[in-house]
Nanobody
Framework: QVQLVESGGDLVQAGGSLRLSCAAT????????MGWYRQAPGAQRELVAT???????NYAASVEGRFTISRDNAKNAVFLQMNSLKPEDTAVYYC???????????????WGQGTQVTVSS
């Protein structure tokens, strides 16, 4: 059974940095896309950044230039380096991974349990 386990969330002051990690276990295939989403209290879950297996990336406008996503395909892991953190970055950050199911001809979607990031002003 596939599990995504996040780590690295913490309380940090504005202007500080954090590095989130997500490791996938129980995986016998490659993920097409891996990424990070976040959900602040009372808000909808939103995209932070994604990275495809070829290394191409996509960022939300609010984090572009401050956050960097990377992945280790051999370890089925994805990382998020967050710099110049702002109080509005406070949220639960979720790891996401998608794979193509050849048998069902559809994408399969996996989520981690989330890790809390709190940025104090």
């Amino acid at each position: 059974q596939v599990q995504l386990v996040e780590s690295g969330g913490d309380l940090v002051q504005a202007g500080g940095s954090l590095r989130l990690s997500c490791a996938a276990t129980g995986v016998g295939f490659s993920f097409v896309v891996m990424g990070w989403y976040r959900q602040a209290p009372g808000a909808q879950r939103e995209l932070v950044a994604t990275i495809r297996s070829d290394g191409s990336t996509n960022y939300a406008a609010s984090v572009e230039g401050r956050f960097t996503i990377s992945r280790d395909n051999a370890k089925n892991a994805v990382f998020l380096q967050m710099n110049s953190l702002k109080p509005e970055d406070t949220a639960v950050y979720y790891c996401n991974a998608d794979r193509w199911d050849d048998i069902a001809s559809t994408y399969r979607d996996y989520w981690g349990q989330g890790t809390q990031v709190t940025v104090s002003s």
